[in-house]
């Protein structure tokens, strides 16, 4: 019997490896019995080679799987980001170097006073300006009106201070000036007319070129003042490392285009403004006044993100602190590239955040939970049943949770802080208010200015002369009464008529007195104590000059003569 064999070459699409039925082996003779045997193993040796290589292909594939379960990732719900429950792979927070917190050399090297701190931030080209403004609108609307100058225009900012400095902000002209229940200094300083006359009078722009400005400009009545004292803030202090982003509501319930509506607010309307405060000492580093959107203008995108990004602009190595309105994942990445670390909560509507950390059920209260990417984390706390906190911060990059009894998040106590530089601020700025009640919203933006240059005037002050009144608990009040009367002696000490009532007059007259007499430290005052010229040991202190060589003589090297006998010697 003849069998045919048919090889791979003859047709390549019959496999090399083919068992014969049991019915041809028996039938089916090899020519060459060990060269098929020798072909046998080779097929063997490759098939075994073969399943070995897919058995480890296997097992690669099932640790992959393993790993990924144990470290699957959790993908924000836009998609964008991944989230890690492990901080294995997050970056290390290294702090870039900052400046020297406190005030800057150009702001030590030109105080001496109280009074110098705050003409630091109301400078002569401010006050100018409001001088030139004022007579301008006087000019044109008051008859037989008198020119001021700025020692009148300090004399009104101090009655100003005076009137917070007593919580006389709601208290009604009339009676800061009457005879009774007045005080001395408001009436020694001027007459209430001029001071009414001077509140209506106070402009901070042209009014005539006003119109064709505001189709531009919402701020127009009070842009060119507001630039100027604003960039002075910057230049007089820097921040420490720890700064706050956060609004500020000046009440007014006037008419004014850009007035805001804040419900969380005490005063719930008024005009908003940014605000960038220094932690440590509060101190007003940055302002913007909030003018609303543009007429007929689609709302601004990512208002949070602009505002921040400009109101930190300048700073380095710090760490901004704001709440869930300017936090976002953007913005924590916009504001590392410029070496300034994120601390802020975070709403739960924003897209970058994993829908795991926002799960309530089955988690214990006190609990947290974290999220990493290698430069952000993310934590979500539960202070209780039900309520959910989130927080984003560039600065923390570790699991850490406190010992405490309520077991918060370190980024939980380093935001609550912070977070209330801008309050804290504001808080003090209200206690000794000048505001006063108009319907004109720039006045009510000069007083807030006023308040805050008082303020950043005590935070300079007391930097430079930190042991100033230290064992006192009310320094802030002091500094704004001395502060307040060193701006109206000029215009009280230069007054040709003495006020009716006694005590304002005998507060003028006292004043003229202290000028008149010699300063006790100058050398050209006689009634000083100084060392005799003519002792040999040790040296007496005498107020006694000889009238014929000027020189200082004690009672050991004076001998008394009549002026008779001096006439005749």
Known sequence: ?????????????????????????????????????????VLDSESTEHSSDESSEDRTENGECMEEKE????????????????????????????????PTRYAIARISNVKSCFDLLITEEITQLLVDMT???????????????????????????????????NESTHSLWDDHTGRAIFRATMSHCKFRLLSSCLRFDDRMTRPERNKKDKLAAFRTIWEKWTRRLPLLFNPGRDV??????????????????????????????????????????????????????????????????????????STVTCDNFFTSYALAEE?????????????????????????????????????????????????KRGKIVLLLSTKHREPAVSDTEKKKPTIFTDYNRCKGGVDNMDKLVSIYSCRKKTCRWPMVLFYNMLDVSAHNAFVLWTSVDSS????????????????????????MARRQRLPHTPAAAAMVARLRQQDTDPDPDSDNNPKKRRLCELCTGKRKKTATTCIKCGKCACKDHTSFICSTCYKLK
């Not at 309307?269 to 203008?297: N, P």
């Not at 009310?474 to 000029?490: I, Y």
Request: glycine letters at 6%; one cysteine or more; aromatic letters at 8%.
């Open 71 to 102: 470290d699957p990732g959790w993908k924000s719900r836009n998609g964008q980001i991944v989230w890690s429950p492990s901080h294995a792979e997050t970056l290390r927070y290294f702090p870039a170097t900052a400046l020297t917190p406190g």
């Open 468 to 491: 100033w009144n230290q064992a006192k608990k009310f320094r802030r009040r002091l500094f704004l009464d001395e502060l307040g009367k060193m701006l109206v002696s000029p215009q």
């Open 244 to 317: 706050c982003v956060d609004e500020q509501l000046v009440p007014f319930k006037g008419s004014c285009r850009f007035r805001q509506y804040m419900p969380q607010k005490q005063a719930k309307y008024g005009l908003k403004i940014w605000v960038t405060c220094d932690v440590k000492t509060s101190y007003a580093w940055k302002m913007q006044i909030y003018t609303g959107k543009s007429d007929g203008g689609a709302p601004e995108v990512d208002q949070g993100k602009r505002v921040v990004l400009e109101m930190t602009e300048g700073l380095k190595g």
């Open 335 to 383: 504001l590392l590239k410029r070496k300034i670390a994120l601390v802020g909560t975070v709403r739960k509507t924003k897209t970058e955040l994993p829908p795991q950390l926002l799960q309530t059920r089955q988690r214990a209260p006190l609990s947290s939970l974290f999220a990493f990417t290698r430069t952000h984390t993310v934590v979500s706390y539960i202070p």
């Open 1 to 41: 019997m003849e069998t045919q064999f048919i090889t791979e070459e003859e047709d390549p699409e019959i496999t090399l490896v083919l068992e014969p039925s049991d019915s041809e082996q028996d039938s089916v003779v090899s020519e060459n019995e060990e060269d098929t045997n020798t072909e046998d193993d």
């Open 135 to 169: 007579n301008l609108q006087g000019r044109r609307t008051v008859k037989d009106w008198k020119d001021v100058d700025a020692t009148d225009l300090q004399a009104y900012m101090g009655l100003l201070i005076l009137a917070g400095v007593h919580r006389s902000r």
